[in-house]
Structures are given as C-alpha cells and as structure tokens.
C-alpha cells in the first residue's frame, strides 16, 4: 500500500514584536502551514513573512481561522452569533489570500484553531458559520476548486464542509492525547499535550503506516488521517518536526502536502 501523510503546523503565532513560533525552522519540515490570521495571533507583518517564507520552502499555506481572542490566544470558550463568526472567518481567509498571493501563491485550505476547532467538533451551528465564512470569502485553490477543510474525521465541520460542496481533509495529532470516543482531551486535563519526543515520534509513525492511535485510555482507536500536526508552540517543536519526518520517511511513508 502507498503510505502517506501530510505533516502540518501552527505558524505565524506572534504579535509585533511578540513571536511564539520558530517559523523557519518548522518550514523547513512541514509540508503545510497553518498561518494565523490576526484573530487570535499573527499580524499583516507577520502574515507576509510566513507565506513568504512557506513559498521559498514550497509549503502549502492554509488559513488557521479563530475566535475574536487574542488575549486568550483563541483558546477560550465564546458564544458568537453564527452571521458574525461567518463574516469573521472570511474577513481573516481574505487577509490571509492578500499576502499569499502577493508571495506568489494561493490560500490552500481552512483550519479552525483552538477554541473554534473544538467547538466545531460538536456544534452544529457553529461548524455551518464556519464553512459559511469559507464560502463567502469567495477563496478558491490554484486549480480553481473550492478549498478543503481541514479538521477532526466525524466532526459536525466535516459534514457541514460536505454538505455545502467543499472538500474534507481528516487530521490527527502527534502531540495531543485523545478520549476513547476520537475527540481531543481538554486541555485544561492532564494528558492533554504529550511533550516527550520519544512517544511523539513512535505514534505519529504507528498513526502513519497502521491508521491507528491510542486513546488516553489506553484503547486503541483506528484513525485514517491524511494530514498529522504538530503544535507550532510545543516545546522544541521545530526539532520535534524534523525528527518526525525522518521517522515517518525512514518507516516508508511518503510526506507530502494534501492540497
């Protein structure tokens, strides 16, 4: 079987002179980059060297839509009428296009962060504002297509995405740990990140190659992802990345960009 797998990560996660991704070094391993748009970090500076930047790497860029929150760096929990998160995720999709086009290149796909992912998980409403902001950014792919979602396999996200016509690509985490029933620990519970490097690398592999993880729990969960991220903010995520993509190449699985 031809083994594949995109490898994703958080960038641009800064503000001004506040920067807490090592952008570089992650592009230089990932395949595609989710860059933020100024809703829960980033900024137009910031926004224009990443895509810059990912372009120079050949990096796809996707747009990391979030909550209005950037003193919780879009991770808290908020109550947004579905018509304002709608306009707000295709305010920050066109940003985003401006500076990808001005590098040469194209918005390739969507992902929520954070508070806005999880929420999206589950809540109805909430998944169909989001796929609403992607349509209504009028944002399509360099082949003309509409643009892929990026997000949890079985999400309300990926059925709402479906419904309205756009392509669906399923993620897994290779530093988050999972409940039984496929959805992310909270963060606020212990297990939640897995910072050791060793476990990181062995079941982004396992994830890889035999399309399945194990749950916090101790349960093994089948999972067909076609994109793994690793967290931008993890510590020593860039060495992380590299690492991971030499395990995955040296296991026979081929890394490349989904879009």
Known sequence: MDQMIDLNADLG????????????ALLASVTSANV???????DPATMRRVCEQAVAH?????????????????????????AELAAEVAYQIGALEVFARSAGSTVAYVKPHGALYNRTVRD??????VVAGVRMSGAVTASGRPLPVLGLPGSELHTAARSAGLPTVDEAFADRGYTPDG????????????TGPEEVIKRSVRLARDGEIVAADG???????????????????????RRVREELTSAGVRVRAFA
């Open 219 to 241: 349960s093994t969960l089948p999972m067909r992802a076609r994109s793994l991220c690793v967290h931008g903010d993890t510590p020593d995520a860039a060495r992380l990345a």
């Open 13 to 24: 996660e800064g503000f001004g002179r506040w920067q807490l991704t090592d952008d570089d």
């Open 58 to 82: 050949g990096v796809r860029i996707g747009a990391q839509v979030s909550y209005r929150d950037l003193a919780g760096f879009g991770r808290r929990a908020m109550d947004v009428p579905a």
């Open 36 to 42: 933020a748009c100024g809703f829960h970090a980033g």
């Open 124 to 129: 109805r409403e909430q998944a169909a504002a």
């Open 183 to 194: 959805t992310l620990v909270p963060r606020s519970e212990p297990g939640a990140v897995l």
